[in-house]
């Protein structure tokens, strides 16, 4: 829901301006006219800052006699830090005028949060076994993105060199730390497929 910038025009004489000098909103708002004499023509301008994240259709509004006018400003959704800014009023074609200082906070309703759908799926324990379902398809799913083919492969080219030293060298404390190597990342491999 957008909050409300209450402006009002002609209280005390005509052309006069009276609004707020500062207003903070989440997202986009609503400036609210209201005309307490005389029609009048009201021209609304936004700063250079707020008019980075923020846009207004149209800056000149005619607003008749004992009339309330909504004029809505959309703020970049987009927006993940606070803007400050200022939206200048004039009535009387720029005779009498006011500027508001604006700040514009992210809307926490927009900022939404990506979640991954693996997610969704529940552990490979809580998972009920599907007739024709083998293990390549759980190793499929908890790796994901990276691909089966890829991780093998890696795998595969680090024990052949591993293996490929310690044949070369011929030194019984090689083929303890390939070992050692081996099953560090057989447990952590083993950690990920749960």
């Known amino acids: 829901m957008s909050q409300t910038l209450p402006v009002e025009v002609n209280g005390?004489?005509?052309h006069a301006?009276?609004?707020p000098s500062e207003f903070t909103t989440a997202g986009s708002f609503v400036v609210d006219l209201v005309n307490r004499g005389e029609s009048v023509h009201v021209h609304l301008r936004l700063g250079d800052s707020l008019s980075r994240v923020a846009?207004?259709?149209?800056?000149?509004?005619?607003v008749e006699r004992g009339a309330k006018l909504p004029?809505?400003?959309?703020?970049?959704?987009s927006l993940d830090r606070s803007v400050t800014g200022t939206l200048e009023i004039s009535t009387g074609?720029?005779?009498?005028?006011?500027?508001?200082?604006?700040?514009?906070?992210?809307?926490?309703?927009?900022?939404?949060?990506?979640?991954?759908?693996?997610?969704?799926?529940?552990?490979?324990a809580e998972q009920t076994s599907k007739p024709g379902t083998g293990t390549l398809d759980d190793v499929r799913?908890?790796?994901?993105?990276?691909?089966?083919?890829?991780?093998?492969?890696?795998?595969?080219?680090?024990l052949?060199?591993?293996?490929?030293?310690?044949?070369?060298l011929n030194n019984p404390v090689v083929f303890v730390a390939v070992g050692?190597?081996?099953?560090?990342?057989?447990?952590?491999?083993a950690s990920q497929l749960r």
């Not at 846009?55 to 005619?62: E, I, K, M, Q």
């Not at 004029?71 to 959704?77: F, L, R, S, Y």
Request: aromatic letters at 4%.
């Open 12 to 14: 005390e004489r005509l």
């Open 17 to 19: 301006v009276d609004a």
């Open 55 to 62: 846009r207004l259709d149209a800056g000149n509004h005619y």
């Open 71 to 77: 004029i809505h400003i959309a703020v970049d959704e």
């Open 93 to 124: 074609y720029g005779a009498e005028k006011t500027t508001v200082g604006v700040t514009v906070e992210p809307d926490p309703e927009d900022s939404g949060v990506d979640v991954d759908e693996r997610l969704s799926r529940p552990p490979a």
């Open 141 to 158: 799913d908890s790796v994901g993105d990276v691909g089966v083919v890829p991780l093998v492969g890696v795998g595969v080219v680090a």
């Open 160 to 168: 052949t060199v591993a293996l490929g030293v310690g044949v070369v």
């Open 180 to 189: 050692v190597v081996l099953g560090v990342a057989l447990s952590f491999a």
